[in-house]
């Protein structure tokens, strides 16, 4: 029977009751023998039915409240819903297997009853075979669950007076940069202590209906679905409800919305948090305004909220990064056309008379250097002297940005009642207890506890894991020697075609790119792709490898997964980068020796001016590619499905869609929730600090990114998903060491890139040592004639037979030049490193010494000045624990 013959029996009077059609509760011949079933099997399931049944009255009075958040007794709040499909309508072969699914189910829902757990039936509007479970938490049900899991709840209004903000006196200006206090006005704020139902007097409640929060009641309704057993065959008891959906005995399981997120609910009494929300935070209008974190914690819980406020306050500590960064870019700008070296190697009397090397065995030819003209300027935009010194303020920065992060993160925890998120606090997963066969004495409290596997098993279990990584990250590795390969194999055609003299059609690109630009970007492209393929394949890889080592607590199993997705993604995307910055070109030797890998390949070198650029190119291509791949990911593609289902499921005007319904349209969260936000912003902030050196705009394009990462994340998660299922989180967890590593290391490839990959230490070294011409009585300090000093000289008579020219030229070219500092050919010791190679090799590691101690020192002192933990947040942790013990004793 559908809703519709329900609403269209007019022999039925109002006040008779008619009866939803659900799967019949089980016949005896349906039931499995080797099942042990509850002593309340029947009657608890029945009961199910009993609370489905609803007057037309009743249900024609449903159908105009869309937006209900109760069951049909319009009391009873909805905590969770569950949503199954009719199976006895499908093809009869399978029915053996929807059998087995339907009696799972019916086993389940008994279970949640026998635990306290109120549910309600009822059938879909749109389409008939799905059928919608309400579940609710009985007051005494939501005492004793929010003590197992030490939700800490009001027993006094704070009474210690806040600190009068610095910025107070421009408020009349930054309240227009804050949501609007008259939708989302300031909550009193309490002190709290983790609940106990024997001592409800202690703590502060107004109503038992709003005493526990919505977020908190469905956090409490998925702990009890995730351990409610759903078959029991012997000594195996299998429970929870993420098997039953894995399984498809459920097609989903969620919290609702308390409203639809563009209009505001008619129900009375609905805070209408999803529509504050969406206007004040995710709306394109509201881009500019700070972000409600209080709201969003009250609606998503503190994990989505943490994110949140990280993500915020990162995207604000890199408004002043990239202003310096766009500051130093500009710089740049503006002095490439005044650059001495950059002017020389543009100059037809300088760089047009230096005639350099082939770059590459037989097929290359004799070439210009003033052909690298309008490369030469690219490079001096970003290798000079205002590059150095954002080097060392993006070093400092970091740490500002981690030690006032861990400051605001300590605020937050006591707000949020975090503060006490204890790891023993925390329930195992559900995943874990199922295995638990095995039996150990606790090292701490010395009782006896079950375990999933013995210390061999775990060894064996880690030992597998650790493995397929390192194979995984090999695999990576390949993948960067064969694109090395692709590029020494293709780099001698770019450069016979565009140094050729009969290809007319090429000229107008001569004068723009060279063999090395082209090289590099199809490089780049090729290595984006592959970054991307292999993350989605590693992806499945370290979620397997996680789920086989059975992780104890929820927490355990994030950071276990993180640690693994990092150091893939980390090789994954920053290997090329190092390629470039710290291997290309350094073993290149010379034209009459050079190196060659597999003893094939003849080692690429850089640009006369280094391979910075080409660094550059390479970061500007995996940033910019990554952000346009992440948002088609992100956003595109749910809307893209949510305009489908809508399209599918679309029905007459006249029927009404519940709010659980509503929901069900909607897409579904990700297993590994913001585990994807969380890397795809660290990852960007290892592009921001590692390389900072050789792409000063990376701030500035990180900063765009978020700004808009910031509200199509908010768009997301409340226009495109279902709730998301609120969580408990102290930090931003393993992240944490992570940027901290990261901080760490940024220091050193920094310095190494400006040391080893730009040409400002040579530059230096010359303009201090080498460069001293006579000023009348005094010595006048120079860059005039670097580039010549800066290449050595090669007679092309010395080419071996392998790497000679076709178009052999010695006879009008005796000698050409190349990138190195070399004794010249006749020298007696020709071709050997030089003494300007020696002082440059010693300033540079002077140089990387010096400025990692200097800056590693001033990390230190910053570490220890600014305290992690506010003064005034010590201050109220100390009131709330003396409060704790005055009206909560222990007895």
């Known amino acids: 029977m559908s809703d519709n013959d329900i609403l269209e029996m007019d022999s039925v009077s109002d006040a008779e009751e008619l009866e939803l059609e659900l799967e019949g509760g089980p016949e005896l011949g349906m039931i499995d023998e080797e099942m042990v079933y509850p002593e309340e099997f029947l009657p608890t399931y029945h009961s199910i039915k009993e609370g489905a049944r609803i007057t037309k009255t009743q249900l024609a009075d449903f159908n105009n409240k869309p937006d209900s958040l109760f069951f049909n007794d319009g009391v009873r709040r909805i905590d969770f819903i569950l949503v199954y499909e009719d199976e006895d309508k499908k093809e009869f072969e399978k029915r053996h297997t929807f059998q087995r699914r339907k009696r799972r189910r019916e086993y389940f829902e008994a279970s949640l009853m026998k635990m306290g757990v109120e549910l309600e039936a009822t059938k879909s509007v749109i389409d008939e075979k799905l059928t919608f479970i309400k579940v609710h938490m009985p ?61 409800l007097e202690y703590f502060y409640i107004k109503d038992k209906d709003v005493f526990f929060t919505p977020s908190m009641r469905s956090r409490m309704a998925y702990y009890i679905l995730s351990r409610a057993p759903y078959e029991i065959r012997g000594n195996t008891k299998k429970f929870g409800i993420t098997k039953l959906l894995d399984g498809g005995v459920y097609k989903a399981a969620y919290p609702l919305h308390d409203c639809r997120f563009n209009v505001p609910s008619t ?16 709306h394109p209008k509201s881009f500019y305004k700070m972000q409600p974190l209080d709201l969003i914690r009250k609606y998503y819980g503190e994990k989505i909220g943490i994110y949140f406020a990280w993500l ?91 030690e006032f992060w861990k400051r605001y993160q300590a605020e937050l925890e006591y707000e949020w009642d975090t503060v006490e998120f204890l790891e023993q606090e925390e329930p195992p997963r559900p995943e874990y207890e199922a295995k638990c066969i095995y039996e150990r004495k606790n090292p701490v409290t010395g009782v006896k506890e079950k375990v999933p596997y013995t210390t061999c098993g775990r060894c064996v279990r880690v030992s597998i894991g650790i493995g397929t990584v390192l194979f995984w990250i090999l695999l990576i590795l390949a993948s960067i020697v064969a694109i090395i390969v692709y ?30 630009m082209a090289t590099s970007v199809t490089a780049s492209l090729i290595s984006f792709v592959v970054i991307m393929i292999l993350n989605i ?13 059975l992780p104890r607590t929820k927490t355990d199993y994030e950071n276990s997964l993180t640690l693994k997705m990092f150091l893939f993604q980390f090789v994954n995307y920053y290997s ?95 297993k590994l929730g913001l585990f994807h936000e969380y890397l795809e912003m660290v990852i960007q902030f290892g592009f ?47 992240w944490q060491p992570i940027l901290q590593g990261i901080a760490i290391l940024a220091v050193a490839t920094n310095a190494m890139i400006i040391a080893f990959t730009s040409d400002m230490i040579p530059r230096l070294v010359y303009y201090w040592s080498f460069s001293v011409y006579p000023y009348g009585d005094q010595f006048n300090n120079t860059m005039a004639g670097y580039i010549n000093s800066s290449l050595s000289i090669f007679n092309t008579r010395d080419f071996t037979s392998i790497s000679r020219p076709i178009m052999d030229n010695s006879t009008t070219i005796p000698t050409c030049r190349y990138r190195d500092f070399r004794y010249p050919p006749g020298h007696p010791r020709q071709y050997e490193h030089n003494v300007y190679y020696w002082h440059v090799v010693a300033a540079k590691m002077a140089f990387i010494i010096v400025l990692e101690h200097i800056v590693y020192l001033t990390k230190f002192i910053l570490s220890y000045v600014i305290p992690d ?13 003396y409060l704790t013990q005055i009206c909560c004793p222990v007895p």
């Open 487 to 516: 590029r020494l194999a293709v780099f001698f055609t770019f450069s016979t075609r565009f140094r050729s003299q009969e290809l007319k059609e090429l000229e107008p690109l001569k004068e723009y790119v060279t063999p090395q």
């Open 312 to 402: 915020g306050f990162y995207t604000m500590m890199l408004a002043l990064a990239a202003v310096v960064g766009l500051g130093c870019f500009i710089y740049g700008w503006k002095t490439q056309e005044t650059s001495t070296w950059s002017k020389e190697v543009c100059d037809p009397e300088i760089g047009g008379n230096i005639v350099m090397c082939p770059q590459c065995d037989k097929f290359c030819n004799y070439w210009r250097l003033n052909t690298t003209c309008e490369a030469s300027k690219k490079l001096s935009i970003f290798d000079n002297f205002g590059t150095l010194v954002f080097a060392v303020f993006m070093s400092i920065w970091v740490t500002l940005f981690l």
């Open 537 to 549: 394949l590693y992806e499945r890889v370290a979620i397997w490898i996680t789920n086989f080592e």
């Open 139 to 199: 007051w005494d049900v939501l005492c004793t669950y929010g003590e197992v899991l030490h939700i800490k709840l009001p027993i006094q209004p704070n009474d210690l007076a806040s600190r009068p903000s610095p910025w107070r006196f421009f408020s009349y200006v930054t309240k227009h940069f804050y949501p609007n206090e008259e939708l989302i006005g300031k909550e009193t704020e309490f002190f709290t202590a983790p609940f106990e139902k024997d001592r």
């Open 267 to 282: 129900e009375q009494g609905c805070p209408n948090e999803r529509f504050l929300l969406y206007e004040e935070w995710a």
């Open 576 to 670: 090329s980068c190092f390629y470039i910055a710290f291997a290309k070109g350094k073993a290149a030797s010379y034209p009459g020796q050079p190196v060659y890998l597999l003893g094939k390949y003849r080692n690429e070198e850089c640009d006369p001016g280094g391979c910075l650029f080409e660094l550059t190119t390479q970061l500007s291509i995996i940033m910019s590619g990554k952000a346009i791949w992440n948002n088609i990911q992100e956003v595109l593609m749910p809307w893209v499905k949510n305009l489908i289902s809508r399209y599918c499921t679309r029905v007459t005007s006249e029927k009404v869609i519940p709010r659980w319904e509503q929901d069900y349209q909607l897409q579904s969260i990700s």
């Open 869 to 881: 933990v506010p003064y005034a947040v010590k201050e109220q942790i100390r009131r709330e624990k």
């Open 688 to 734: 921001v600090t590692l390389f900072v050196a050789s792409f000063p705009l990376a701030p500035v394009l990180a900063l765009v990114n978020n700004l808009f990462e910031i509200r199509v994340d908010a768009w997301k998660i409340i226009t495109q998903f279902r709730r998301i299922m609120p969580e408990k989180a102290q930090d931003i967890g393993a």
